[in-house]
Each structure stands twice: as C-alpha cells, then as structure tokens.
C-alpha cells in the first residue's frame, strides 16, 4: 500500500490505471467502515484497478473544538496497519487545515477529482456528509459525478444489536466494557502496535518472561488481564501467537504511572527487545489486581494461563 500525504497527491496525475476510492475518517475500521472499503475493493476487482482511502488528518475536531478534540480509537500506525492488511493500494491522507475545511461541498467534489483524475468511483457511507457546514451528501456526489464516468457507491448504515455501528459508539464502550465487546462492533480484535521495551526483569524470576509494550492511544482499554494474538510487523497473520497479557500499572511489582501491555508467550517466543509487535486484544479474563506477594501473583497469572489455554482448545477451528 502506498501512503501520500498533502502535498504528495500530485503524483497521482501521472496514474494511468482507474481509482476506486473510499471516503471518510475510519477511526476504528469497524464493521460499518469495513463495508464501504469492501465496496471500492470489490469495484477495482471487477475492473483489476486499484482501490485506496482517502482519509483526514487530524480528525476535524482538532479544528472545530481544539480544547476538546474527539480522542480516536487508533493511532495513525495501527489504522495503516489495518489499511495495508485489508489489501488496498493507495492510502491518501489529505492534512485537514482551515482552508480545507472552507471547501463548499460542490468545491470538495471537483477537488477529488482534480486530485485523481483516473478516479473511476467513490464508495461512501449512505451517512456520509462532507464539505463547509456538512451539506454535503451522498446524491450530491452522483450529481457531480455521473456525467464524468464516475460511479457512486452509497452504502447502506450497518447496524447491530438496533443501534448504527460508529466510531462515537465504540469510543463509548472501550474505556470500560469487555473487550469482546468492542470486538464484536469493530469486526475483529482491537489492536495495538509497540516496540518491545526492557522492564524490571522480574516477570522471569517467577517464571513468567513478558514482552513489555508500549500502549498509545487516545482511549484505552480497561486495565486488566487479556487473551492476546501477538505478532511482528510486517509478518504475516499466519505466523502470530497467542499470549496472556497484563494490561496495567503493575501494582504488585511496581506501581508504575505508565500503562504496559505486557505479553507472556503461550508458544515459542517470536519477539525481542526493539521489535514492533502487533497484539491482537481476543478476550479479557480478569481485572488487575495487588497481590500481597510474589507468589500469590505467580499462582494467579498459572491460573490466567490455565484459562487462556482452555479457551484456545475449545475456539480451535
Ligand atoms: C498474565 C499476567 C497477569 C498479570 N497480572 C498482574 C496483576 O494482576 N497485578 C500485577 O501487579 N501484576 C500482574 N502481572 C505482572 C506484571 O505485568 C509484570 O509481568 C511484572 O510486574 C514483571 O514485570 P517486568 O517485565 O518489568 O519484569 C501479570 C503478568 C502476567 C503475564
Ligand atoms: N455503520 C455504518 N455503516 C455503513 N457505513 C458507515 C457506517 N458508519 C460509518 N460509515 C461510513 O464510513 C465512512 C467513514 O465514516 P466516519 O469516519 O464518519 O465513521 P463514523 O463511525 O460515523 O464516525 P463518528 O462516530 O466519529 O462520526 C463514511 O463514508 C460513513 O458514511
């Protein structure tokens, strides 16, 4: 997948091949977000072109409500990561500045097209508003856009459990809900990415080494013990592992102020200090806790183990 960022978009001129774009901000990826990049994924199949996003940065809050800007779910790398999993070729990133925001919805339409000129059809939410005061919509796109060649693709709004699946309702549940909760409306586990970081070296002299990873994110998740699927970047999904990991400040050992995913390996260990790892959150088995000693934790996280095993024998496929 090849990223261009605002003012890099010129060499898209040069392109000789048909564009299917999807738009929208896609914090989170989930379910909904899924479907309108399948649809630009699906259209350049048919025609064997290529697909990509075009997404904003920062996200429009920024600007409207810089003292309050709408904390996202995923750091730009994990939302790139995922981009470059779902199998899209172009990932354009337009820098949302004041004069950018003072687009009328009409200017907006002609602006995409002069920034991709083989665009061959845009796949948008039936929700999807853009340009100054959001007065744009999807049938105006098809207005603007059907004497050019360029095919519209309007999304039906997925729903599930009766509530519209939406970033602001994942955003609302991740600080405190299970995470298989969260999965359930992103489509697939929430992510993170860390460099492995030395820690304190104690997690070995109980018998339990971890991976020690950086978690940064707007929002995160609640504090706690998780059935994790880890793997290095760039390697395949095929090769990850699954893990137990401490999501936490560490109160027995430490009492840090700074969140650490901590995985231990529940197979051959494929990561080390400096590596960037993808974890995979799968399940949430148990809060953090204090434990009076060392022991009582190495008893409890043999029990963690324990649990995350039975779960894997009986989820085998
Ligand atoms: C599965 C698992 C569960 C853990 N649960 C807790 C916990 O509830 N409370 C706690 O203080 N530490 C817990 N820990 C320990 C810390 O996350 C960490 O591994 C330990 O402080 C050693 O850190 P080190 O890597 O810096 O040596 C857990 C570790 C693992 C692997
Ligand atoms: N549930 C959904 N079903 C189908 N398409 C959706 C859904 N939610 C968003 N979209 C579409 O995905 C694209 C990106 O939308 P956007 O980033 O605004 O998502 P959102 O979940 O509505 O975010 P927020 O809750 O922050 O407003 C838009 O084209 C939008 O119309």
């Known amino acids: 997948m090849k990223t261009l960022r605002t003012p890099e978009f010129s060499e898209l001129r040069s392109l000789k091949r048909p564009v299917h774009l999807a738009i929208g901000m896609f914090d989170g990826l989930h379910i909904g977000h899924q479907a309108v990049i399948h649809s630009a994924i699906q259209a350049a199949e048919l025609d064997g072109s290529l697909c ?35 199998g ?7 820098k949302f500045t004041a004069e950018f925001a ?6 907006f339409v002609s602006w995409i097209r002069e920034i991709v000129p083989s665009l061959a059809s845009v796949s948008v939410g039936e929700n999807f508003r853009f340009g100054k005061g959001r007065t744009g919509a999807p049938s105006l796109l098809v207005d603007k856009l059907k004497n050019c060649g360029v095919s519209v693709f309007s999304c039906e709004r997925i729903h599930l459990d009766g509530d519209p699946i939406s970033s602001t309702r994942i955003r609302g ?3 405190d809900r299970p995470i298989e909760e969260v999965n359930h409306l992103l489509g697939r586990p929430y992510h993170s990415i860390g460099t492995v970081q030395e820690g304190k070296r104690l997690g070995r002299t109980i018998g339990f080494p971890t991976l020690n990873l ?3 994110a707007d929002i995160l998740p609640q504090f706690g013990v998780y059935l994790v699927r880890y793997r290095l970047r760039n390697s395949p999904r095929s090769e990850s592992r699954f893990g137990i990991a401490n999501f936490g400040l560490r109160p027995t050992m ?10 231990h390996s529940l197979e051959e260990c494929s990561a080390d200090y400096g590596d960037d790892v993808v974890s995979e959150w799968i399940r949430f088995i148990r ?7 060392l022991d009582e934790l190495k008893d409890v996280i043999q029990s963690d183990c324990e649990t995350a095993l039975r779960w894997i024998e009986s989820n085998r496929s």
Not at 102 to 107: D, I
Not at 254 to 263: D, F, M
């Open 102 to 107: 003072g687009h009328t919805a009409e200017k």
């Open 52 to 86: 990509g996003i075009l997404t904003f940065d920062p996200h429009p809050s920024h600007l409207f409500r810089p003292d309050s800007p709408t904390p996202q779910i995923y750091p730009p790398e994990v939302k790139e990561e995922l981009l470059r999993e779902m």
């Open 88 to 94: 899209l070729d172009l990932c354009l990133i337009q």
């Open 214 to 216: 950086p978690v940064e």
């Open 173 to 175: 549940i991740l600080p």
């Open 254 to 263: 430490e009492n840090s102020t700074v969140p650490r995913l901590e995985i």
């Open 287 to 293: 809060p953090e806790r204090k434990f009076a000693d």
